[in-house]
């Protein structure tokens, strides 16, 4: 992560840097018609959607699980997590670094597309609006859209 710091306030994207030249690099993804970012630092890999297992019984943000190279990988739906209604293509999963969400095993969300890698400086992050949110990190102002930045373990606290 400190490398992708440092390449982002040298290179091109220096002007994403905020006064102290740090950057988190995120990547940005839909969920119906709103995009939303995460840390790359927490994310494994991204994979195309197959076919899941449901569970019986499961909680209703839980799709199933599929076999994502001998691990069982437990697929949460964020829309139902964000109460999304909107319909999409869920083609993409996202899947998790199990270091970086504690003891929840593997997870992945699956998403309607994943766009792109974005640096993020901390100015470029209003925490005011997500005050009373502990799964949201804030609203990042891109050129000319909001994204949503969210917390991968949301999941976990959602009974």
């Known amino acids: 992560m400190a490398e992708s710091k440092t390449r982002a306030s040298e290179g091109p994207d220096a002007e ?9 690099q995120v990547l940005e993804f839909g969920l119906g018609s709103e995009t ?9 890999e991204i994979v195309d959607a197959g076919d899941l297992t449901r569970i019986p019984n499961s909680p ?3 799709e199933g699980v599929m076999d994502l190279r001998g691990r069982t990988t437990s697929i949460i739906n964020p829309k139902t997590v964000f109460d999304i209604d909107e319909a999409g293509e869920q083609n ?13 095993g593997t997870i992945g969300w ?20 997500t005050a009373n949110d502990d799964n ?7 050129e000319d859209r909001f994204i949503v930045w969210v917390d991968p373990n949301i999941a976990a606290s959602t009974e």
């Open 110 to 129: 699956v998403v309607d597309e994943v766009y792109q890698v974005s640096d993020v400086g901390v100015n470029d992050v209003d925490e005011t609006t």
């Open 36 to 44: 939303y970012c995460l840390d790359i630092g927490v994310i494994d």
């Open 60 to 62: 209703a943000h839980v």
């Open 92 to 104: 993409r999963i996202i899947v998790f670094d199990p270091d970086s969400i504690g003891d929840q």
């Open 136 to 142: 949201v990190h804030g609203i990042v102002k891109a």
């Open 16 to 24: 994403t840097a905020d006064s102290s030249g740090e950057t988190t």
